[in-house]
């Protein structure tokens, strides 16, 4: 993926040529509204490259070849430890040229799995594999990226490095078995905290540290966590893979994020479930990947459903690689921190995003449409495309917010720039927007359009934003024709 590519993280120095100066407005500063054509470039068909990403996006296949677990040793029943025979079946299948290594029927405790190239990891209906809760698992260490930021860990639960043509399919479940007793407590006190707080186990002074050391530019292979840090794995993590699939399968109870592609071509998502209500359990975390299609996927989780990123400050703009071409299409998103979502690690940048076809409703699902973002963060978020969703119970609408956690605190302008949502229909929401940009430097090119709001309980926050056009939105049944000024 080595190519050559712009800055995606602008210095406030640098920015000054491209900032838009806001309009001053009485009641809601810094916007400018109008209901003209067209937005920015490709809008004449905005939708075009969604298509070729649906048409060209390259999909694993494999050999009609299958590897039983059982017949490498694996027992069912959730008691013998299935980890060697699963590994002797993926090098048996891989040595082979590929195929499916095929966990039947029955539950397997297992420690982590690490895929090779050409494998595909089946699980058919009622199977599970059932991960270990002991850290020590886990260990030797393997280079991953948490947060944003790479450095050497606990390996994930399912994991592949540098692999080609793999996959984990099937109508079977990977049960992570994360709870309020495991996993969950590293995570340390929160204001959503259920999880039970066991003395010396917190993640904050380690995630601290790991933010100094790549602010610092150390070396990866010096920034040694695992025990004692209490950074928790993600479920499934593919790194600088080509050619990943995940279908079919359910993936429960994370200790941390699900399912987490970094660096990664052609990434298909399909039928997936992700159901998880721990801290940080994050459903599909696109990370500086190329060409995604998350299709037709259920989110029922204690974070983001859906989140775009590449990198967290100034690792993620040393490695500098955006998420782009990525396309969600015929989800279901239940309980969230928000349904689709482009941020917060998004100093690499993200481009070419598309929702649509999407179903949202839970009176836990706090935001349907966000993107998240600060001056610390930066990041440039250009041609987000979002049609057809439907939202029932939301908390709020829509959120483009530059002041994120540590807000305007750093030297690095985000720029969100040529965003359109269109057929959005909301039945009932707290708030309908929190867009806010900076005075300075606002929020560019933000198209509505066929936009109902049934219920809301508040319009919300618009300020800062400069080219916003708007066209039939109606909001408790009145036409919005976008902030007073």
């Given at each position: 993926m080595k190519r050559a590519h712009r800055n995606y993280a602008l210095s406030r120095r640098h920015f000054l040529h491209l900032a838009v100066a806001g309009a001053t407005g009485a009641a809601l500063a810094g916007c400018t509204a109008s209901t003209g054509a067209g937005?920015?470039?490709?809008?004449?068909?905005?939708?075009?490259?969604?298509?070729?990403?649906?048409?060209?996006?390259?999909?694993?296949?494999?050999?009609?070849?299958?590897?039983?677990?059982?017949?490498?040793?694996?027992?069912?029943?959730?008691?013998?430890?299935a980890t060697a025979a699963i590994t002797r079946a993926i090098a048996a299948c891989h040595e082979a040229g590929g195929g499916r290594v095929v966990?039947?029927?029955?539950?397997?405790?297992?420690?982590?799995?690490?895929?090779?190239?050409?494998?595909?990891?089946?699980?058919?209906?009622?199977?599970?594999?059932?991960?270990?809760?002991?850290?020590?698992?886990?260990?030797p260490r393997v280079f991953t990226r948490w947060e944003g930021m790479e450095l050497m860990n606990y390996s994930p639960l399912v994991y592949a490095y540098g692999q080609e043509n793999v996959a984990v399919t099937g109508a079977g479940t990977l049960q992570g078995n994360a709870n309020d007793q495991t996993w969950w407590p590293w995570k340390g006190p929160n204001s959503e905290q259920h999880w039970d707080l066991i003395e010396g186990q917190d993640q904050a002074p380690a995630r601290a540290r790991l933010e100094q050391e790549t602010e610092a530019g150390l070396p990866v292979a010096e920034r040694l966590y695992g025990e004692g840090s209490w950074l928790r794995p993600p479920l499934v993590q593919f790194y600088r893979c080509k050619r990943v699939l995940l279908e079919g399968v359910t993936l429960k109870d994370s200790p941390f994020w699900l399912i987490h592609p970094v660096l990664c071509e052609d990434v298909v998502v399909r039928g997936v479930t992700c159901s998880s209500h721990g801290p940080n359990s994050d459903g599909c975390n696109p990370e500086s990947c190329r060409r995604v299609l998350i299709d037709n996927c259920r989110f029922d989780t204690g974070d983001d459903c859906i989140a775009i990123k590449s990198g967290r400050n100034a690792d993620g703009r040393r490695i500098a690689v955006p998420c782009e071409d990525v396309l969600i299409r015929g989800c279901h998103m239940?309980?969230?921190?928000?349904?689709?979502?482009?941020?917060?690690?998004?100093?690499?940048?993200?481009?070419?995003?598309?929702?649509?076809?999407?179903?949202m409703n839970s009176p836990d699902l706090e935001r349907a449409l966000r993107i998240k973002t600060n001056s610390v963060r930066g990041g440039v978020l250009e041609h987000l495309r979002y049609r057809n969703i439907h939202v029932g119970r939301v908390k709020d609408v829509l959120v483009i917010n530059f002041h994120y956690e540590e807000g305007d605190a750093g030297d690095f302008e985000p720029l969100v720039r040529d965003v359109e949502v269109s057929n959005l229909v909301v039945e009932n929401a707290d708030r309908v927007f929190q867009v806010r940009g900076f005075a300075r430097n606002p929020v560019r090119d933000v198209?509505?359009?066929?936009?109902?709001?049934?219920?809301a309980g508040t319009i919300g926050?618009?300020?800062?934003?400069?080219?916003?056009?708007?066209?039939?939105?109606?909001?408790?049944?009145?036409?919005?024709?976008?902030?007073?000024?």
């Open positions: 937005v920015a470039a490709e809008a004449a068909d905005g939708w075009a490259r969604a298509r070729e990403i649906s048409e060209t996006i390259a999909t694993a296949t494999f050999p009609d070849r299958d590897f039983d677990i059982r017949d490498f040793g694996a027992e069912a029943g959730g008691q013998a430890d966990v039947p029927e029955g539950v397997f405790a297992c420690g982590p799995i690490h895929l090779r190239s050409n494998v595909n990891l089946h699980l058919v209906e009622g199977a599970e594999l059932s991960f270990s809760t002991d850290p020590q698992r886990y260990l239940a309980a969230g921190h928000g349904g689709v979502v482009i941020g917060s690690e998004i100093s690499g940048g993200v481009r070419h995003v598309y929702a649509e076809n999407c179903e198209r509505l359009e066929n936009v109902m709001v049934r219920r926050i618009v300020e800062h934003v400069t080219g916003l056009e708007v066209d039939q939105v109606t909001i408790n049944g009145n036409a919005w024709r976008g902030p007073a000024v």
